[in-house]
């Protein structure tokens, strides 16, 4: 069943070159739930929505996630041409480590620039961004 | 090869145009030679306008990676029979679109890291410069010193953006941060400028006007394999399968290799390059390029005509020329000692989020 909110994000996913297969996860963060696709056989984790290197698409599913990350990889963005991060820079964009396996990109927030370290623990908060989606983003874990 | 630069005042198909037409006047052939026509990038009215009458024409889009793959392909064609001189084709005018107010900005996007401002290919390629830093302890100097290498290059080639123009590593490190750990001059900025590279037999190049040059190896690998491994971001492509086609075709091994021509949009690139392609162990490629060893005196001369770093942006092809011009012996004042053989690589994005880009490796010689 297809809602109005379902809609509103596929079109959201869809501007910005995202896959329309991950709708559930965009869906989920809408109640504050962090989402990864997951082999019910091999328990192997991914994001985005993909099929198991191992085994196909026999036995994915959306399964909860810890919300816990590790920072693999960041820049931090000075110059943009996007006209809704303008505003924002100097941002940091991070790759992080989900504690069950994929990367995720995100941004990482609550940390001073200089705090910043590869491997230091992350757990998500989900923030509101403008176009309307909730948006996981990850800051220091506790 | 076309003239290089910025506003040069010539729409995309006439660069085409003049690029075959160079190259068919360097070969001293007519027009009715090409049988083959692989256009890097996207293709509709080439043929038509250029007067030209191939058994095929074909487009292809693997990114920085399709001259090199447009090589490998032209060779295929022409051992499976359908073509006996075969075009390579690139034209592309940046400035021209710019000046329309035409900025494809969504091609430099990355699916839904965007959401979170992740556009460009800056950002994308600081990941692995970042990890390199954290894994060796590589320096934004150390970076600098690769734009200083390759422009040093650029000063003494004519032609070039960085011609006459030399910058110092205090300019590196003063000139304005873009995407951490990128400055301005670790950065490639888009060129207008048009090439054509004809394929055919030896025994057919032989009987032309120009020197040929030989394409003794070729191999591809893609990144996707490591994003599956989760170590993407550790490596700059998936060069090793590549590398091992390439160099077994070639029977040849990295000490056999006069020059390297790597595919450079930032400056960490061709670091990490010459440490994948094993010219120096993985995390010497700082120190390697701070001492000189990518210089022309250095164990591996790399982008030895500025690169696209310093000398202009034919995505993927600028390698390649630079190659051929140092192997006829070409390059004036730029000329290497020692150019003999040559490593060329190609890098693309054509895959599943980022840093999951398609490579390719060729060899070339000056003998077969």
Request: charge should be negative.
């Amino acid at each position: 069943m297809t809602t109005e909110t379902d809609n509103k994000h596929l079109d959201t996913i869809l501007k910005v070159g995202g896959d329309p297969a991950d709708l559930p996860f965009w869906n989920a963060c809408e109640d504050e739930l962090f989402l990864i696709h997951q082999c019910q056989r091999c328990k192997r984790g991914y994001w985005p929505a993909s099929r198991c290197v191992d085994h196909g698409n026999e036995a994915m599913e959306w399964v909860a996630a810890s919300g816990k990350a590790t920072l693999h990889t960041y820049t931090i963005i000075h110059r943009t041409h996007l006209a809704s991060m303008k505003d924002k820079v100097p941002f940091v964009v991070g790759v992080v480590e989900l504690d069950e396996g994929p990367f995720f990109h995100t941004n990482i927030v609550d940390c001073s620039h200089s705090m910043l370290e590869l491997g230091m623990p992350l757990q998500v908060k989900m923030a509101r961004h403008e176009n309307g989606l909730m948006l996981p983003m990850f800051m220091p874990a506790n | 090869m076309t003239a290089q630069g910025l506003n040069l005042g010539l729409e995309a198909r006439e660069l085409r145009s003049q690029a075959v037409d160079l190259a068919l006047a360097d070969a001293g052939l007519e027009r009715d030679a090409i049988d083959g026509y692989i256009r890097c990038f996207v293709d509709r009215e080439d043929l038509r306008y250029m007067g030209l009458s191939p058994n095929f024409s074909v487009s292809m889009m693997t990114g920085g990676a399709t001259p090199v793959f447009s090589l490998l392909t032209a060779i295929g064609m022409i051992q499976s029979g359908q073509a006996e001189m075969v075009a390579c084709v690139y034209g592309e005018a940046h400035s021209a679109r710019a000046a329309r107010g035409v900025q494809p900005i969504g091609a430099y996007g990355y699916g839904y890291p965007m959401l979170y401002g992740l556009m460009g290919a800056a950002a994308t390629h600081a990941f692995h410069a970042r990890r390199h830093m954290h894994l060796y302890g590589t320096t934004s100097r150390h970076l600098g010193a690769v734009a200083v290498t390759q422009r040093d290059y650029a000063v003494k080639r004519p032609g070039t953006l960085g011609y006459g123009k030399p910058i110092t590593l205090d300019e590196h490190q003063a000139s304005p941060m873009i995407a951490d750990p990128f400055r301005r001059l670790d950065c490639t900025r888009d060129t207008d400028g048009g090439v054509a590279v004809l394929v055919t037999s030896a025994e057919r190049a032989r009987q032309l006007h120009a020197k040929p040059i030989y394409l003794l190896g070729g191999g591809t690998g893609h990144n996707i394999a490591n994003w599956h491994k989760g170590v993407p971001f550790d490596n700059h492509d998936n060069i090793e399968p590549a590398k091992r086609r390439a160099f077994a075709q070639a029977g040849m091994t990295i000490a056999d290799i006069d020059m390297a021509q790597l595919y450079d949009p930032f400056t960490i690139s061709p670091l990490m390059q010459l440490e994948a392609y094993g010219v120096i162990a993985a995390g010497q490629g700082g120190a390697f390029y701070a001492d000189g060893g990518a210089g022309p005196e250095g164990k591996m001369p790399t982008n030895t005509g500025g690169g696209q770093l310093s000398a202009y942006y034919t995505t993927g092809f600028t390698g390649i020329i630079e190659a051929i011009i140092q192997l006829r012996g070409d390059a004036g004042e730029g000329q290497l000692k020692k150019a003999g053989t040559a490593l060329v690589s190609g890098h693309g994005m054509n895959a599943g989020v980022q840093n999951t880009w398609a490579h390719a490796s060729l060899i070339l010689g000056s003998e077969q």
